[in-house]
């Protein structure tokens, strides 16, 4: 199983970035999908999760800026970021956590699941 991030970079505020993750070795479709970011000395923070049929979750902190989407054949996953503010800089990781059970999926918390190396992204103000 793998799953590679990119899309990361240096954006001024108010900019925007689109994250993309690329999954392999097992069938996204089947899990819950999402994103947490890490910023340095910071906990680990749930941005976005997807389920299988559409539904979505994410972070108040993001809420109405980020959107998660995944592509038809559901291996790739998107973070699209707008609006970007200086406290979304952070290392983000595509996460894979637990089976869908048919339910909206919870934010993962970067406790548990499987995820990749990550792709930096910087906000400057």
């Known amino acids: 199983e793998e799953l590679v991030e990119s899309g990361g970079g240096s954006v001024q505020a108010g900019g925007s970035l689109r994250l993309s993750c690329v999954a392999s070795?097992?069938?996204?479709?089947?899990?819950?999908m999402g994103w947490f970011r890490q910023a340095a000395e910071k906990k680990r923070e749930g941005v976005a999760t997807?389920?299988?049929?559409?539904?979505?979750n994410y972070a108040d902190s993001v809420k109405g800026r980020f959107t998660i989407s995944q592509d038809n054949n559901m291996q790739t996953l998107y973070l699209q970021m707008n609006t970007l503010k200086a406290e979304d800089s952070a290392i983000y990781y595509c996460?894979?956590?637990?089976?869908?059970?048919?339910?909206?999926?919870?934010?993962?918390?970067?406790?548990?699941?499987?995820w990749g190396r990550g792709t930096r992204v910087t906000v400057s103000s």
């Open positions: 996460v894979k956590t637990y089976y869908w059970n048919g339910r909206s999926c919870d934010l993962p918390t970067g406790l548990f699941g499987f």
């Open positions: 070795g097992f069938n996204a479709s089947r899990y819950c």
């Open positions: 997807i389920a299988a049929d559409g539904s979505v």
